[in-house]
Structures are given as structure tokens and as C-alpha cells.
């Protein structure tokens, strides 16, 4: 593989890794409802894509009660707002996932294992291409 070729396939699995984190995040405000019902319908062009709309399904599924609907909203505004001028991809992806341990951490111990579950699940179901 040449160079040229080489960065553009890196910055395209960056940008790819970067969308579906994003997807993640819109997915996410749409489960606990401060996403707009047009960006939680949208299609490829509107950030949800499969790795975000797994991830919205997942949330969907642990029986959050209010309290931890309002601290994953919380947690993942802030994280939207952290990454709002951040260009870098690793950056933002770090900032995401440090992100979602906050989002564990608000888990009762069932629901975690439960997530623990549907996650083993997504990956044996959608294996990385």
C-alpha cells in the first residue's frame, strides 16, 4: 500500500470511528429524550448510523428510572459540549468514552451486567468489518 493511500485510509477509518461516536451521542439523547425527533429519525446524513443506533437500543433496554435518565443526560451534554471545537478524532473518541464509563458508573450492577450482555451480544450479531 502506498503512503498517500495509506493516510487516506486512516483518516477515513477516523472520521468513520468519529461519526459512529457521534451517532452513539444523538442515539443516546434520543433514548433519555433531549435529541429532536428529526435527528433521531435521520438517516446516514443525520449522524445515526449503526454503531449509535446499537448503542441507543442497548440504553433503551436497561429499565433506566428518571434519576438515571437525568445524570446520562447530563453526562452526555457535557461531553457534547466538551467536544464541541475539539477536531481531533482520538481526542473526541476519548472524550466519549470516558463519557460512557461515567454513563457505568450510574448503573445499578444488574443493568451493568445486562449491558455487559447486550454488548457481547452486538458483537458476536454486527462483527467489525
Do not use: C, W, Y
Not at 86 to 111: H, I, M, S, W, Y
Amino acid at each position: 500500500m502506498k503512503l498517500p493511500s495509506l493516510r487516506l485510509s486512516v483518516l477515513a477509518g477516523a472520521l468513520a470511528a468519529t461519526t459512529a461516536l457521534n451517532g452513539a451521542v444523538a442515539v443516546a439523547g434520543t433514548v433519555l429524550g433531549s435529541t429532536p425527533p428529526a435527528l433521531a429519525q435521520a438517516g446516514p446524513s443525520g449522524g445515526q448510523h449503526g454503531g449509535g443506533k446499537r448503542f441507543g437500543e442497548m440504553l433503551a433496554k436497561l429499565g433506566l428510572n428518571d434519576a438515571q435518565k437525568a445524570q446520562i443526560k447530563g453526562i452526555m451534554k457535557s461531553a457534547r459540549d466538551q467536544n464541541q471545537n475539539v477536531t481531533d478524532p482520538e481526542q473526541r473518541r476519548a472524550n466519549f468514552r470516558a463519557a460512557f464509563a461515567k454513563v457505568e458508573g450510574v448503573l445499578t450492577p444488574a443493568q451493568r451486567d445486562h449491558l455487559k450482555q447486550l454488548r457481547a451480544q452486538m458483537k458476536r450479531d454486527h462483527p467489525p468489518s
